[in-house]
């Protein structure tokens, strides 16, 4: 008689713990059929920091949604919640953060149904890592995306998969037009390309704006009645870069004419002040042409007969520019123009003025600040 009760209570207490089996599974959206050791798993994190996160960016707020999703991530296991924050961070144009989230999403739901869809996210922040992404280029508005939106509140297909998928086809398109420059590149080359980019477009001899200081060497040949001939000159070059084209730019300098091999010498000094356009020939305008048009003043005193002839040019240039480190440049222009020269303090009834012309070379170091 004890045996059997004995036999009684264990056969009371197997029935209790398969029944109490079965429930849990059923709680956990688990059953024993067809199926190995149970797993349990968070499908949604529910946590009032994560729904608070999900409303916001539903609303378009990502900026707000983020502090919330710090705070969900913080008490929660949930993979979803690096999957939607990093919705957020691409669509404020965070591209790194963005990256860590969906490689954390897809590292722990390599299976999910959107796995995908957010792989090729992915591979396209990293190609696009050197541009700054902005709201237009990545997502596509103000709101939530569609699909984000559903997939969010209950898991569900976006409502019209056809619709989003031409959005998202559209911001691609964009967005390869954008940085197929940069397309395939490592992060590193990347990285180094955005450095050159900032350093020329800081730079008042490449892209930017600033002041240029110089010094010039500038030989030439004169035409006119007054023998002046062959010459050269030397000076400095004050310059202000306005843009990433135009500089205009004071050059005073010291001029002497006929200083070999003649019987007289003539000096003085030069003053021009003109407008210099840049062309880059690349990306960071290591490498430009130069073009250019000036006005100036030049008084030349023949040392031997002590007469001072005043000349009044206009010349035009042309030439090239090779950009060294940051902002130390090198230039080589052809220089033309006309020349109306008289003396002053000639005998009253002489005819002064004389209308010549002159070529030359200009050659120029510059440092830019």
Same mark, same amino acid.
């Given at each position: 008689?004890?045996?059997?009760?004995?036999?009684?209570?264990?056969?009371?207490?197997?029935?209790?713990?398969?029944?109490?089996?079965?429930?849990?599974?059923?709680?956990?959206?688990?059953?024993?059929?067809?199926r190995g050791p149970m797993v349990f798993r968070f499908e949604k994190s529910r946590s009032a920091p994560a729904e608070a996160a999900r409303a916001k960016a539903a609303a378009g707020d990502c900026k707000a949604a983020l502090d919330f999703f710090d705070e969900a991530?913080?008490? =929660?296991? $949930?993979? *979803?919640?690096?999957? !939607?924050?990093?919705?957020?961070?691409?669509k404020l144009g965070d591209i790194y953060p963005a990256i860590?989230?969906?490689?954390?999403?897809?590292?722990?739901?390599?299976?999910?149904?959107?796995?995908?869809?957010f792989r090729q996210r992915l591979q396209d922040l990293l190609k696009d890592a050197s541009q700054d992404m902005s709201m237009s280029k990545v997502g596509g508005g103000g709101s939530f995306d569609s699909e984000m939106a559903g997939g969010m509140?209950?898991?569900?297909?976006?409502?019209?998969?056809?619709?989003?998928?031409?959005?998202?086809?559209? =911001?691609? $398109?964009? *967005?390869?037009?954008? !940085?197929?420059?940069?397309?395939?590149?490592?992060?590193?080359?990347?990285?180094?390309?955005?450095?050159?980019?900032?350093?020329?477009?800081k730079s008042p001899l490449r892209l930017g704006r600033g002041f240029v200081l110089g010094a010039f060497l500038d030989p030439r040949y004169v035409f006119n009645r007054?023998?002046?001939?062959?010459?050269?000159?030397?000076?400095?070059?004050?310059?202000?870069?306005?843009?990433?084209v135009s500089t205009i730019a004071l050059e005073l300098g010291y001029m002497n004419q006929l200083s070999t091999g003649t019987a007289s010498t003539k000096d003085g000094f030069t003053a021009n002040f003109g407008y210099e356009a840049r062309v880059p020939l690349d990306r960071?305008?290591?490498?430009?042409?130069?073009?250019?048009?000036?006005?100036?003043?030049?008084?030349?005193?023949?040392?031997?007969l002590g007469q001072t002839y005043a000349s009044f040019t206009a010349r035009g240039r042309a030439g090239y520019r090779h950009v060294f480190g940051p902002a130390f440049a090198l230039d080589f222009v052809l220089e033309?123009?006309?020349?109306?020269?008289?003396?002053?303090?000639?005998?009253?009834?002489?005819?002064n003025f004389e209308l010549g012309g002159f070529i030359g070379g200009h050659v120029v170091v510059s440092v830019g600040f």
């Open positions: 008689m004890g045996a059997m009760r004995l036999w009684a209570v264990a056969l009371v207490g197997t029935l209790s713990t398969a029944a109490f089996a079965q429930q849990s599974g059923a709680v956990h959206g688990e059953t024993h059929a067809n991530l913080r008490h =929660s296991i $949930d993979p *979803t919640l690096y999957r !939607d924050r990093g919705v957020c961070h691409e860590d989230d969906y490689r954390a999403y897809l590292s722990q739901e390599p299976d999910a149904t959107d796995a995908d869809k509140t209950d898991g569900s297909t976006p409502a019209n998969p056809k619709k989003s998928e031409e959005k998202e086809n559209k =911001s691609d $398109d964009k *967005t390869d037009k954008v !940085d197929s420059e940069d397309a395939g590149k490592p992060l590193s080359t990347i990285e180094h390309d955005e450095n050159r980019d900032a350093e020329a477009n007054y023998d002046f001939q062959f010459g050269q000159g030397v000076g400095v070059k004050l310059g202000i870069s306005l843009s990433a960071w305008a290591d490498n430009q042409l130069l073009f250019g048009a000036a006005g100036g003043y030049e008084n030349i005193t023949d040392g031997s033309g123009g006309l020349m109306g020269t008289f003396p002053e303090d000639a005998p009253a009834g002489t005819s």
